[in-house]
């Protein structure tokens, strides 16, 4: 069913050159998994702005602004990245700042290490000419003693103006062979970074130096307006499927809608966004937390105001009311390729959970919960302090159970764990077939949409990186 991710990006380029950035890798701030997905996404939005011609990127449940920051940094995009978080608004925009100056000092240090290769190979040159002088005096006064006229300076001074720079070129052309090392934001030419007094004043270096001037000058003018251009500006909005993007971006133009792991309904709202908005060319929207999709008919007996739901959303599974219910949606969020390389279950906090929701049905007489205890887990040292924390945090009077009641329960069940482990087994085996589902709903809603040309599911990333790898990817008609 899957677009490979490498037959599209030919797609989109057709002929095209690949940008000097786009072999360029994400730098120290990110983790591996982050740095894996921003590199792979970033790659494929810089062909489709690309393919259209367009300059302005929207994401949607930006987070943190990884992504934002550097689809704006390092490929010249202006980016809008939106966030319900008003702590995630502030924390990508102290983010963004704390890059911009990463990002000036990695260049700066660029340039420096560029220098330092030409000032390095300049006295390694200027010792040679040293020893060959030495020799060619020393064999002077050998064959003539009354050879007494001194060399001039200009003898044995290095030769900038040829070899040197020849040299120094191959050896940044090394460099930027080279994925891990010297890279720049755009490619600029050795001779910019020689000094001015590096190459010898002849009539054809004047040429010259008047060519690299005005190389110069023009390469300023493109940074400045590339810097005008490369902007990320993080808002704070809670979109839905009607949220009016006018409103929250006043300067609204052609543009491409993004999402890297958009919980819940912002998926499905990403979709519809993009379908019924003129100005949003194309969409490459990564979904996750299908825990957290609404849908439709799972509880029909209720009275629910909501007429867009998270699934489903294409005609056909809403002819046939169908349903997958939260534990099903659940199994989709399971990683089934790290399981198969043995990152397994994390069995004994399943079982820890398992055991304290018994504990609580039984001793507190709570059978349905909407708290959240979260990663207690990691912080605990044993099922005791597992328990008395979740208690805690759940508001529940702990002192109401002595040690050896949670113990006893412990005890109980703990035989019945290698059961727990296989009945998640079974779960993780079916989480690719419900997770399909939810993919295909959103594929086929898309495919009823009249002006989209085009529209995929493709394999983005590596799944044991990261499990939620499918993008939906869908272009408009060109007008």
């Keep these: 069913m899957c677009t490979p991710f490498e037959q599209l990006l030919v797609a989109l380029q057709g002929n095209k050159k690949q940008r000097t950035a786009e072999k360029l890798k994400p730098v120290e701030f990110m983790n591996m998994k982050k740095s894996h997905e921003v590199q792979a996404m970033s790659q494929l939005i810089c062909s ?5 011609g367009v300059k302005q990127v929207i994401d949607l449940g930006s987070g943190k602004g990884y992504l934002s920051s550097f689809l704006s940094l390092k490929y010249g995009l202006k980016v809008y990245g939106i966030d319900s978080s008003n702590t995630n608004t502030h924390g990508a ?3 963004n700042r704390k890059l911009k100056k990463h990002w000036k000092h990695y260049h700066t240090q660029s340039r420096v290490d560029v220098n330092g290769v030409a000032l390095k190979m300049a006295k390694e040159r200027k010792v040679q000419n040293e020893i060959k002088y030495n020799a060619n005096v020393e064999e002077t006064y050998n064959n003539s003693s009354a050879n ?14 040829g070899s040197v720079i020849s040299d120094i070129r191959k050896q940044m052309e090394n460099l930027h062979a080279g994925e891990d090392n010297l890279c720049f934001e755009n490619p600029f030419s050795l001779i910019d970074f020689l000094p001015i007094n590096a190459v010898e004043t002849n009539s054809s270096s004047q040429i010259l130096n008047r060519e690299i001037s005005e ?5 300023r003018k493109l940074a400045s307006k590339s810097n005008e251009s490369n902007i990320y500006s993080p808002l704070t909005s809670f979109i839905t499927a009607d949220s009016e993007l006018h409103d929250i971006i006043k300067d609204l133009e052609e543009c491409l809608m993004v999402g890297l792991h958009t919980c819940g309904d912002l998926a499905s709202n990403t979709l519809r966004i993009f379908a019924s908005n003129s100005e949003i060319k194309g969409v490459c929207s990564v979904g996750c937390c299908y825990h957290l999709l609404s849908e439709e008919f799972e509880n029909e007996h209720k009275e629910c105001t909501q007429e867009k739901w998270g699934f489903p959303m294409c005609h056909y599974l809403k002819e046939e009311r169908w349903c997958c219910g939260r ?3 659940m199994s989709a969020c399971l990683a089934l390729e790290r399981v198969a390389l043995g990152q397994g279950l994390p069995t004994e906090s399943l079982f820890y959970r398992a055991v304290l929701q018994d504990i609580i049905k039984d001793c507190y007489g709570i059978t349905k919960c909407e708290q959240h205890i979260g990663k207690i887990y990691s912080k605990c040292s044993s099922f005791l302090d597992y328990v008395r924390k979740s208690l805690k945090k ?21 035989p019945r764990m290698d059961e727990l482990e296989a009945f998640n087994m079974l779960k993780v085996f079916l989480a690719p077939c419900i997770e399909t589902l939810i993919l295909l709903d959103r594929l086929c809603y898309l495919k009823e949409q009249e002006d989209i040309a085009w529209s995929a599911l493709v394999k983005l990333f590596d799944p044991v990186k990261s499990p939620r ?8 008609k060109q007008q």
């Design 469 to 476: 790898c499918y993008a939906v990817i869908a272009l408009k």
């Design 48 to 52: 489709i702005t690309d393919y259209y």
């Design 394 to 414: 759940l508001g529940l009077d702990e002192s109401k159970l002595p040690e050896k009641i949670i113990m006893d329960y412990f005890e109980k069940y703990k």
């Design 93 to 95: 925009k102290e983010r």
């Design 148 to 161: 007494q006229e001194k060399m001039s300076p200009s003898d044995y001074l290095p030769d900038f103006s």
């Design 327 to 329: 534990n099903a949606r």
């Design 215 to 219: 190389a110069n000058k023009e390469r």
